[in-house]
């Protein structure tokens, strides 16, 4: 690959997201970013994307892929019958669905992510290894978007668990299951140990309802499994808060599905005055479109009714630098020294030359159709 320069009205620069206007981006041979400086330049293998911005591309820190092969099934049902273990119509679905349909829906939404600019998602890969190893095929195959695999065991026998990790081992990147309070203490205690000593990371839902953190959800987890990450929050105290900031623990929250499911909103005021380490995810994709611009611009909405919020960077830091650090992947920033892995937006289209506040007017309003291009470890594709 030959050095590629790619001029540019704006550039959402570096881990503090500075907008830089009329400037251009220069690409090596390997796709690493090489410079990044104001002004346009000329050359053998430019490409001119005058008014265009270049930003990050973003990460999708909690999905369930597999959902995405039903959708929108009962709807009227609650939460714990929808997706509770093992009886809900989702692990009903899921017995009957057949690795040629997981594949095929799978690489689609890898398909829709990528023209969504999506970098990476993690995802809470249900049924052990028949489908974590279905998931790695098509990880293989499909690299444009990371494709992160937490796999979630389905024994619940401690005697049987160390063998069943040692087989997911090949085929995850860590390891996830639904919530403590499914399994005895020796279980978690055995689950623990095993995913720390295969050098795996560990996450779990915690206090999604009510009635989930009343049954000791989080002391569970802090006390035998020291998670690297915990989804939802819901329900989490302002005490519960301040202990995974000790902790160090990242909090990923994904607000339009607590709203689809109507168990509440997770404490955005309490969560961004603590500086809890935070992530953004979607859940679960058969009934809330896997669309992080969807989810940026709820995300906003809640925030500004909570504390009239302005901090756009901390948006901006749950889509990139947190969520890399967590997952082990190189942040996709647009800095020297870093693959080239962002997307570029029709900034005409979208409005950035008439905006007052740039980084809002990106996050409000951004959306797929406004994607043109992704660049993936320095190789451009027009989507």
């Known amino acids: 690959m030959n050095e590629l320069i790619i001029n540019l009205g704006y550039v959402i620069y570096g881990e503090d997201f500075k907008v830089l206007r009329d400037c251009h981006v220069t690409i090596d041979s390997d796709g690493i970013i090489s410079e990044v400086g104001y002004g346009f330049l000329g050359g053998y ?3 001119n994307m005058y008014g265009d911005v270049a930003i990050p591309r973003f990460v999708n820190s909690h999905v369930h892929v597999a959902d995405y092969s039903f959708l929108d099934q009962g709807v009227n049902l609650s939460l714990e019958e929808l997706v509770e ?9 899921l017995s009957r669905l057949s690795p040629e349909m997981f594949k095929k829906r799978t690489t689609g939404l890898l398909k829709e992510l990528l023209k969504q600019g999506t970098y990476a998602i993690c995802d809470f ?15 293989q195959r499909f690299r444009e978007v990371k494709y992160l695999i937490y796999g979630m065991p389905v024994s619940k026998d401690p005697n049987e668990l160390s063998k069943e990790l040692s087989l997911l081992r090949d085929y995850v990147d860590g390891v996830a299951i639904s919530t403590p309070t499914y399994y005895s203490v020796e279980f978690l205690k055995v689950l623990g140990k095993e995913v720390r000593s295969l050098g795996l990371k560990l996450m779990t839902h915690i206090a999604e309802t009510l009635k989930v953190r009343e049954s000791m959800d989080l002391e569970l987890a802090m006390n035998y499994l020291k998670p690297n990450a915990v989804v939802h929050g819901t329900y989490l105290s302002k005490d519960d808060l301040e202990l995974l900031k000790s902790k160090g623990i990242t909090l990923i929250i994904c607000p339009r599905a607590n709203a689809w499911f109507k168990v509440g909103l997770p404490p955005l005021k309490d969560i961004y005055e603590l500086g809890i380490n935070v992530g953004l995810g979607t859940d679960n994709c058969g009934w809330n479109k896997p669309d992080l611009w969807r989810e940026i ?7 500004r009714i909570k504390l009239n919020f302005t901090d756009w960077i901390w948006v901006l830091k749950a889509l990139t630098i947190t969520p890399s650090k967590l997952l082990d992947v190189e942040p996709p920033l647009i800095r020297e020294g870093l693959k080239a892995n962002f997307m570029i937006l029709n900034g005409d289209l979208l409005g950035v030359p008439y905006s007052g506040d740039v980084l809002l007017t990106i996050l409000k309003r951004g959306s797929s159709e406004y994607v043109k291009a992704v660049l993936t470890d320095g190789v451009l594709r027009y989507v």
């Open 45 to 47: 293998n430019t490409i």
């Open 85 to 93: 273990e093992p009886n809900g119509l989702k692990y009903r679905l």
């Open 125 to 139: 890969r249900e049924g052990g290894l028949k489908w974590c190893s279905n998931a790695y095929e098509i990880k």
């Open 297 to 303: 611009e709820f995300l906003i909405y809640l925030l």
